[in-house]
């Protein structure tokens, strides 16, 4: 019951932080895109490393036989068709994907290989999220609150931070009741 639980949250934070990386991704690619476009496969992985790590958790929480690889594959799939996507919509061309294309799936099959149970894949998630996003949130935490705006700016904002700190204290949960779980 606690692993279909953390599977649902896991895939919740996914979507979330999905949202706010592709906000992220489309206020940088109209910034950069006139300018170069080299810099636009850097922040693809930047922007949707998270919700790739909490996609393979989630899956991974679904599936956690250990010797099943269809929570990888899966998650490799989703990267694979939502870059192509962001490459045609903006035309980025087949060098911006294959270049964030090739990061984020081999740090799914990295992490999955590596990871014994959702619970540390989830733990990686949240470090990557407080390395890569945490200024983030400030400065739109920030500009709300210089700016102002609406409840719904607010909680769209608001709502990745507090379902990867669900996600954190899950995974210590689920960690701390069963202590044949390693973490590496």
Known sequence: MAQRLAAILYLLTALATLNAGLASFKSVS???????????????????????????????????????????????????ILLVDLCVRHGLGWKA?????????SAVFV???LAKHASAIAGTGVLLYAVALGQDLILRLQFYWAFGGSYRHLL????????????????FYLRSTNPSLTLG
């Open 30 to 80: 109209a910034l950069f895109s006139t300018i170069n476009l080299r810099w636009l496969p850097s922040f693809a992985i930047i922007d949707f490393a998270v919700p790739t790590i909490f996609l393979l958790a989630g899956l991974s929480a679904v599936w956690p036989n250990r010797a099943s690889t269809m929570s990888r594959w899966i998650t490799a799939s989703a990267v694979f």
């Open 156 to 171: 769209a904002t608001l709502s990745p931070p507090v379902l990867v700190a669900a996600s954190l204290i899950v995974a």
């Open 97 to 105: 994907f294959s270049e964030a294309a090739g990061v984020l799936i």
């Open 111 to 113: 992490t999955g290989s």
